[in-house]
Nanobody
Framework: QVQLVESGGGLVQPGGSLRLSCAASGSIFSINVMGWYRQAPGKQRELVATITSGGSTHYADSVKGRFTISRDNVKKMVYLEMNNLKPEDTAVYYC???????????????WGQGTQVTVSS
């Protein structure tokens, strides 16, 4: 079994900061790309940021310069540092990872349960 567990969401005022964490656990041979997605009420889930095992990053235009994604390959964790938060950042944030459970396995997408981020005064 593979699990992704997020933490760090909450309520913050506009201009504030939050740090999300996601821990992968279980039977894991390798983790390729890890990332964060978000889904606001009534909207489709959208990509926020991704990071490869080598550290290459990609950001949605809406968060560039404000959010930073990082990962710890040894601990099998990915983080999202969110600064200068805006009300439009309000959403449920989901952790995603592309994982091989064995050397011979294909890569599968795994998702966390989501953590709520609310930006409001």
């Amino acid at each position: 079994q593979v699990q992704l567990v997020e933490s760090g969401g909450g309520l913050v005022q506009p201009g504030g900061s939050l740090r999300l964490s996601c821990a992968a656990s279980g039977s894991i041979f390798s983790i390729n790309v890890m990332g964060w997605y978000r889904q606001a009420p009534g909207k489709q889930r959208e990509l926020v940021a991704t990071i490869t095992s080598g550290g290459s990053t990609h950001y949605a235009d809406s968060v560039k310069g404000r959010f930073t994604i990082s990962r710890d390959n040894v601990k099998k964790m990915v983080y999202l540092e969110m600064n200068n938060l805006k009300p439009e950042d309000t959403a449920v944030y989901y952790c995603n990872a592309k994982i091989k459970r064995t050397r011979w396995d294909q890569e599968y997408d795994y998702w966390g349960q989501g953590t709520q981020v609310t930006v409001s005064s």
